[in-house]
């Protein structure tokens, strides 16, 4: 969970500095955390659909209590487990964030020569340290104090069945005598709440007692919650349910003293655990961008390529267009200065004249090749590449990117070469370029295609590249046949 205002670097100069550690590796096992600022939790009814339709039908119900486009949002769903509650109907958490946040942080992490394995959030971080601490068929409550805020989650058989925020943060509990008895008393009505909440709405699953991680400093905490609510109340000790020997020299610190900034790594790290127990998990990933378990960096970097060689073809034309200018000058002057010999050639019937108007003539030749052939170049400008590197720029496909092109005959013939991470990309991508005013009607009459080495490193594997060329698409249509 990445914080620049906190950290004093970017997120992805932390990614960089992780990246130069030897045992890192784009094929390490990389969990990021969302910041609460950076999506949303909603609890709501669960859909009365199929378990792999509940994203799609959540997305558009949800659409009017977020404040972001749903449209390009990226969502998951948790299910309560039904045997838990006193309803007969299904509940689901949902979680939804922005789309580009978890884009921002896919490509800050690409740059860095990292991938995310997955994106989580700090409840479902918290909800694997709560399981450790459960009574078999009982639930469990978890409450851990933050830098800004205070976050309670309760669960059941390793699964997340509520959440609160509370906002109260650490500073609050280790100031002044009358703030910190304040922060006290809203920190326990808002935990009295919440419980009673949960009994109501699943009475099936009672609460066996409720662990709170101490700020240091805070103790008194665990006397104040005990007197109000109905359930034991003690402290959590994560050093007896977690080796912690690696993290520290002296492992008490963290055991007991812990901010939620702090835990939910710890939490997060127990992700490949609870997939190995069959619980529930979330991954915020853009699935775009995850598709067959490679990030699709190659269409936006190919878009990235395709605006700076439109710059500098636009450049190279403007320059074209100005050198152009200044030779029909220079031209127009010689016409005029051989011009004048001609009218005066009567009067200089000597060799000498004769000779020097002959090479006049010639220089004046010389420059109307010159002119024809810059005529030629600023005509042929309108099948430059220009065109063509915006209609593929507005194509572009995640798993498939352009790497060349090449126009030939004044626009006739085109060579596209790129790459993709499946071949059943091309069909689709060439199918979208059809829609294209420069691409409309036109075929490619071959297609080579090869599998990158995958000795020449892991970034190749699964990568296959391609070369289509065109053919003239007046020639294509055939000759035009004499009408009666």
């Not at 309670?152 to 925020?165: A, D, K, Q, S």
């Amino acid at each position: 969970m990445w914080r620049e205002r906190r950290e004093g670097i970017t997120l992805l100069e932390g990614l960089s500095l992780l990246r130069r550690d030897k045992r890192v590796s784009r094929r390490s096992v990389l969990i990021g955390l969302l910041d609460r600022a950076n999506y949303r939790l909603v609890s709501t009814e669960a859909p009365d659909l199929p378990r792999d339709e509940w994203r799609d039908a959540i997305r558009w119900r949800l659409k009017d209590t977020v404040d972001f486009p749903v449209e390009d949002a990226v969502v998951d769903v948790l299910e309560v487990p039904q045997d838990v509650g006193a309803r007969t109907s299904r509940s689901a958490i949902a979680f939804m964030a922005p789309g580009e946040s978890p884009l921002r942080m896919a490509l800050e992490a690409d740059d860095a020569g990292l991938a995310w394995s997955a994106l989580e959030v700090p409840e479902t971080s918290l909800r694997n340290l709560s399981a450790l601490a459960e009574t078999p068929g009982k639930a469990h409550a978890l409450m851990v104090f933050g830098q800004d805020h205070a976050l309670l989650v309760i669960t059941c058989n390793g699964e997340l069945l509520m959440t609160r925020t509370i906002e109260v943060a650490t500073s609050s509990l280790v100031d002044s005598e009358e703030s910190r008895g304040g922060a006290l008393g809203r920190a326990g009505l808002e935990v009295l709440r919440t419980l009673d909440t949960y009994e109501r709405t699943n009475s099936n699953a009672a609460l066996s007692g409720m662990s709170v991680v101490l700020p240091y400093g805070a103790e008194s905490i665990l006397e104040v919650l005990s007197e109000l609510v109905y359930v034991s109340v003690k402290a959590y000790e994560l050093a007896e349910l977690v080796d912690l020997s690696a993290l520290a020299p002296a492992p008490d610190q963290p055991a007991r003293f812990t901010t939620l900034e702090e835990l939910v790594v710890v939490g997060a790290a127990l992700r490949p655990l609870g997939k190995e127990t069959g619980r529930q998990q979330i991954d915020l990933r853009d699935t775009t961008l995850t598709a067959q378990g490679v990030t699709a960096w190659g269409a936006v970097w190919g878009l990235r390529v395709a605006g700076a060689l439109l710059v500098v073809l636009v450049l190279a034309s403007m320059g074209l267009s100005l050198w152009s200018r200044q030779m029909l000058t220079s031209l127009a002057t010689v016409e005029s200065s051989v011009m004048q010999l001609k009218q005066s050639n009567v009067a200089l019937p000597s060799v000498p004249g004769v000779a020097e108007l002959k090479s006049l003539q010639e220089a004046e030749q010389q420059q109307r090749r010159v002119r024809d052939a810059l005529a030629g170049a600023i005509g042929h400008k309108g099948h430059g590449y220009a065109d063509f590197l915006m209609a593929l720029g507005r194509q572009a496909q995640p798993g498939l990117w352009i790497t060349g092109l090449d126009v030939q005959d004044e626009g006739r013939n085109l060579v596209l070469s790129g790459r993709m991470t499946d071949p059943g990309f091309l069909p689709i991508y060439l199918a979208r370029l059809q829609t294209e005013e420069r691409f409309k009607g036109r075929r490619f009459a071959q297609l080579d295609m090869s599998v990158v080495d995958p000795d020449a490193g892991t970034s190749g594997q699964g990568i296959t590249q391609f070369t289509l060329r065109s053919i003239d698409p007046v020639k294509a249509r055939g000759p035009v046949k004499d009408q009666p």
